[in-house]
């Protein structure tokens, strides 16, 4: 039985083949201690803006897509982590609706202390991957504001054929002055070169919890646009804008 299971995977999966589902895509969100009332609800409503922009919805939903499957949580401590939302096959415009009205309505019930363990968070989320739909590719996307004070560290959590992004919500650590592209502060360092992983991984930066649907929106149509991007250096896969 686990044979023919096998055969069948690979040719559901095989290169040039249809798959039932292009992205499997878990979105991680922080809400740790040190995200206020305020920012939990710009992250939740900016998520769910995000998903429904006009880019977006149209990478999602365009003539002849094929399904993307989303799922999302918040996490915080190593055993702290909600499920917001299980897996959604987003193949309409009634699925995106319900999807993002259970995010941007989800209230924060459990209160979190100030530990921030993302390697516990890629646990959680390759676990509902693991329960997930089968995919052609698989994704953790990893919103923080700081870096792993507990837990496992990121960079031992083995994650197989998985690619994790991060989106940094850097507050004052981006720099005033210099070339902007290479420039980057130390949450951006650190989740570039002890989080994100796999095939064209990048880090997307926010300035602030005002600028989280931005850049929560450039990050989904990134993902979604399917464009490859070379590692060409030290601020390859990084998106890196000045304070204005």
Known sequence: MRVWLALI???VLAPGARADCRLALVLALDVSASVDVNEYRLQMSGTAAALTSPRVRSALLGPGSVPV???VFV???PDDQALVSDWVAVDSEAALQ???AE???HARKIVFDGRTAIGSALIYAEALLARGPVCARRVIDVAADGETNAGAEPEAVPL???TVNALAVTGNQLMDHGDAATEEGPLTRYLRQSVIRGP???VELAEDYRDFEAAMTRKLERE???RVFSDAGPAAGLRMRKRR
Do not use: N
């Open 98 to 100: 319900r999807l993002a």
């Open 75 to 77: 996490w915080s401590g």
């Open 9 to 11: 995977l690979c040719v």
């Open 160 to 162: 197989a054929d998985i």
């Open 224 to 226: 979604l646009d399917g």
């Open 69 to 71: 499957s989303i799922a």
């Open 200 to 202: 064209d991984a990048f």
């Open 103 to 105: 995010v941007d309505g």
